[in-house]
């Protein structure tokens, strides 16, 4: 990489950490705000984070589409930047669940960052080192959410939840401007595009994968019926971010490692690895409801997000036609992420209707058919 490429990654890299930095100010008490504050049932949960699942998707599918026509993607990141500062404000002044949803989809929406940032991110890359650099973004990502945790430990009995929210909006609003002044724009002189939102030009590999990663996440619902699973089987509110920064520390100790292992003995195996970590989650969050498994459980659970971030990315981006990078990262999440709106909203069902551990044996299924069709998918390397 020359040092116009390290720059880019390391500036990606710092604005992610301030990004998820504010955001995990937030998530840890997310689905306990929504439920006990806001008075939100597990259905209405998952309907909100399913939407906001859902809007990532389109937002991101959208943005790729526009950058990879216009040939500019610097502006989506740090416009996605301000849009996610802004609805962290929303959020401390909402009275109640009904005002939380516009600013949820503006929060979402900021998601738009993602194709167009990935789309760089591996234009920069080699196969090489391909997945080292996402995991390098994806550690940064994670460092930020450790810290973003720490800050709401140790100042949430202070500052309460309004206070919290407010602070969590300066981070990302110093991303966008860090994305803004200091990432140059190379606009390539090939115009070729995607006519729309299409999967015209996904080959038999990359829709074998679209398919799988469809059908997992159907079975992938939002984090919060996890920290609400915990708060169920004793666990106090404020011990809460403490299981929440346990995974995403761990998240951000393996990115880098398993990105560096994709590299060497390629995608799918670590892939694989990723679905089985999930896989033992569910199996002892079903079994064992006490707190060491449930401790367990969230550690299983962070190393299943390390491993499976930046190596669904890389995979994804070799897969993709070089010129529409963007497109087809775009198009491949809003895919996947429609799928999270029925995801969680059935998990909400399911958990309501059914029992607290229908969820988990419906998204272990899933899993287990995701792995089968994962075995045909060939890896295919691009320049």
């Not at 116009?4 to 705000?33: E, H, M, V, Y």
């Not at 995607?194 to 939002?222: M, Q, V």
């Not at 403490?242 to 892939?271: E, M, N, Q, T, W």
């Not at 930046?310 to 491949?332: C, D, H, I, N, Y």
């Amino acid at each position: 990489m020359n040092n116009d490429s390290k720059k880019t990654l390391r500036i990606f890299g710092w604005a992610s950490f301030l990004n998820d930095f504010g955001s995990d100010i937030i998530f840890p008490l997310w689905p306990i705000f929504l439920t006990s504050v806001m008075g939100a049932n597990m259905e209405i949960l998952g309907f909100i984070d399913g939407l906001g699942d859902a809007v990532v998707s389109i937002s991101q599918a959208i943005s790729g589409y526009i950058a990879d026509k216009t040939r500019k993607r610097k502006i989506f990141v740090w416009v996605g930047y301000i849009f996610a500062g802004i609805s962290r404000i929303g959020y401390a002044l909402a009275p109640t669940w009904h005002f939380i949803i516009p600013f949820r989809i503006l929060d979402r929406a900021g998601k738009m960052r993602g194709a167009p940032r990935d789309a760089i991110i591996a234009d920069i890359s080699t196969d090489e080192n391909r997945g080292r650099n996402f995991g390098y973004v994806r550690t940064m990502d994670n460092l930020g959410a450790v810290c973003g945790v720490l800050f709401t430990i140790f100042f949430f009995s202070r500052l309460g939840y309004q206070n919290l929210f407010l602070i969590a909006g300066i981070p990302s609003l110093i991303g966008a401007f860090l994305v803004f002044r200091s990432i140059k724009e190379h606009v390539g002189s090939d115009r070729k595009i995607f006519k729309g939102i299409t999967f015209k030009d996904f080959h038999r590999d990359l829709k074998l994968y679209l398919l799988l990663s469809t059908i997992f996440a159907l079975s992938s619902f939002s984090y919060s019926f996890l920290l609400v699973y915990a708060q169920q089987f004793g666990f106090a509110v404020v011990a809460l971010p403490v299981l929440y920064l346990l995974y995403s520390a761990i998240a951000s100790l393996v990115s880098l490692p398993f990105g560096k292992l994709a590299d060497k003995i390629h995608r799918k195996p670590v892939l694989i690895l990723s679905f089985v970590f999930w896989l033992l989650a569910c199996g002892v969050f079903i079994y064992f409801h006490n707190f060491v498994g449930i401790v367990i459980a969230f550690i299983l659970y962070g190393l299943h997000l390390g491993a499976i971030d930046p190596v669904q990315r890389a995979l994804v981006s070799e897969l993709a036609v070089p010129e529409l990078r963007a497109s087809t990262l775009g198009s491949f999440q809003m895919t996947v992420g429609l799928a999270a709106l029925p995801a969680s909203l059935i998990a909400g069902v399911l958990w309501d209707k059914v029992s607290i551990a229908a969820p988990f044996y419906f998204s272990a299924l899933l899993t287990v058919v995701a792995i089968l069709i994962l075995l045909f998918v060939r890896e295919k390397k691009n320049a």
